[in-house]
């Protein structure tokens, strides 16, 4: 990194004695600035509180350790500052973040909320709309979606099961669910629970488990009597490879964030390309087992996005396919759009997968489920797979399950 | 089912504290319902500037470099341009990249309709309402104010800040609403 000029740390310590540190990870005085204030805002926060408590609320010294962690955090490279703070924003709502979970990535957030737009917008939703999110980390996925859904619509039960396999992430993600349901924005409506599993492992692997392992995502569900069917899969899953964890990842996600969460672990055999993909076909089976009808999976750029969309084209169940940059609301310019085996969209960097089939595309706004523009896909309607490989969903929209409870009910799509 | 409709909610106020904090109480009395009653001062001012889509392109997530798990930034800064006059308005204030876009456009609205209604804009109409009533020492107060906070955030003008609104498709009881008079438009202050 080039050193910073003796000008700007002269100019940023007239204004603040505490900004030429802070101009290291921040590189500029506008973004030192609002870090600054930030930080500050924060320790009047917890002063107030800790003085109400009858505490007492020395400010000066709390302010400079976190300037000091912020900047070297014991390491040559400063700490992420949500991790001096504790929270981090996701889209609307404040997330609370630990050292040992992800700190949630505001891609993530544009991606959910276009996803929950689309899906709030349709006519015709199921009464209960389930939502499996897997690799969940601070529950930030589920919990954006009940926000975005809810602040507008209500006649939909949300029912949504948060996946890890870290229990320092279900627990944080639990503490999320209840920091929220205390705020008074929250919308006491639908089910959000988190559950311990390992999404990477086969049940039927001859591999011994440990006891203290998480059980296989399959199992867990059984064990934990879980729903077996949903409707949604979402995922953003560790896709990075252990060549570009080197290369291209920042020092300070590098330096300070759960390898645990970014790269999947190696295999005997398997190519560095494969490693970073690995999550993708066990996520695509679990879709298909969990028989659901619309899979978003973020991925790492345009070239990782072509072979997930590949992938799951292989599965032959979809209508259609395709991928979301970063803004995947933003129209694109048209310009340099390359020609492609499957429609991309909105701006940015190549960011998610986009699959979905049967109502699927109802409640996605997809016109009747036409494979319009799933680009060259050559696909059997859903309801022609049906027939063959599911002859129990007759209507391909209930959950055999749910069916039953309902005795043939309300589910009607 | 039917089909919702997605008005009337404003839900970024109640989320808003770290920049709305100086409004807070002006909000407090009426958080909820948003009709021209509960502000009858907003009442003679014109619409507000609806900024539809299609006339802007926003910049918050960018497009070079890796993105998404590789990098980790804390600036959650938001940039929009309206196509057909250039205007260019950058929003880095808040944590919170949705309070961010929220008043880009808020501003950009306001710049806009200034830029097409000259004397008739709500800004004009409601400085000039307001230069009528408040006492002197206020306006001198506000002036001296106004000079530090200028330098460094020139688009959060006087009432840069005095609302938030969900997108472009602010309803017009939305609007008056967010109109009240604009005192509190400073949270653009440095550490
Ligand atoms: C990239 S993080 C995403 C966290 C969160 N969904 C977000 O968007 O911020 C990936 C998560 O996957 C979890 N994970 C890693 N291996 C896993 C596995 N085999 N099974 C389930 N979860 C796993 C990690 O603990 C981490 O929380």
Known sequence: ?413 | MQRLVPLLRLPSLRRSAPILGLRQSNIHPCPRLFTASCRPAAKNLPPRRVIHDSEIEENFLKGSGPGGQKINKTSSAVQLKHLATGIVVKYQDTRSRSLNRKNARMILGEKLEELEKGEESRVRVKAREKSRKKASSTKKKRRKYRGLEGAKDEVADEEGLEGVEESAGTSESEAKDLAKDGTAGKAGGAG
């Open chain 1, 1 to 413: 990194m080039p050193r910073l000029p003796t000008s700007l740390l002269r100019k940023a310590y007239a204004i603040d004695s505490l900004l030429p540190p802070l101009l290291g990870p921040c590189r500029d005085l506008n973004s030192a600035r609002n870090e600054l204030r930030w930080l500050r805002e924060h320790v009047d926060k917890v002063s107030r509180a800790r003085y109400t408590k009858g505490g007492s609320s020395a400010k000066g010294g709390l302010l400079r350790t976190l300037v000091r962690k912020r900047v070297s955090g014991g390491k040559p490279i400063g700490a992420p500052l949500q991790y001096g703070l504790g929270t981090e924003y996701f889209g609307d709502l404040e997330i609370e973040v630990r050292p040992g979970v992800l700190i949630p990535r505001p891609e993530t957030a544009a991606s959910v909320t276009h996803l929950t737009r689309l899906v709030r917008d349709a006519r015709e939703l199921p009464t209960e709309l389930r939502i499996l999110d897997l690799c969940t980390g601070t529950g930030c996925i589920p919990l954006l979606f009940h926000d975005v859904f809810y602040s507008v619509r209500s006649d939909v039960e949300l029912r949504f099961l948060g996946v890890d396999i870290s229990s320092k992430a279900i627990a944080l993600a639990n503490r999320n669910l209840q920091r929220l349901r205390r705020s008074k924005k929250y919308v006491h409506k639908g089910v959000t629970e988190f559950m311990l599993a390992d999404v990477l492992v086969n049940p039927f692997a001859d591999r011994a488990r440990r006891p203290d392992e998480p059980l296989p995502l399959k199992s867990a569900l059984n064990f934990n009597k879980k729903r077996v069917f949903w409707d949604i899969l979402v995922s953003n899953p560790p896709y990075i490879s252990p060549s570009a964890f080197r290369t291209t990842t920042a020092r300070s996600v590098r330096g300070f964030e759960p390898r645990l969460a970014l790269v999947p672990p190696g295999e005997a055999g398997r190519s560095d390309t494969e490693q970073g993909d690995a999550f993708y076909p066990m996520l695509l089976v679990a879709a298909i087992d969990a028989e659901v009808k619309i899979v978003l999976l973020e991925v790492a750029d345009l070239d990782q996005a072509y072979r997930v969309a590949r992938m799951a084209q292989g599965m032959q169940v979809y209508d259609g396919i395709e991928i979301w940059r970063d803004q995947p609301d933003q129209a694109h310019d048209g310009s340099s759009q390359p020609s492609s085996e499957f429609p991309i969209i909105g701006q940015g960097n190549g960011r998610s997968v986009l699959c979905w089939r049967g109502p699927g595309a109802l409640w996605l706004g997809k016109n009747n489920g036409e494979a319009s523009n799933a680009g060259p896909l050559v696909q059997k309607p859903y309801s022609e797979l049906d027939s063959v490989s599911k002859p129990e969903a007759v209507h391909s929209s209930l959950h055999p399950e749910s069916f039953m409870q309902m005795q043939g009910g309300r589910r009607n799509v």
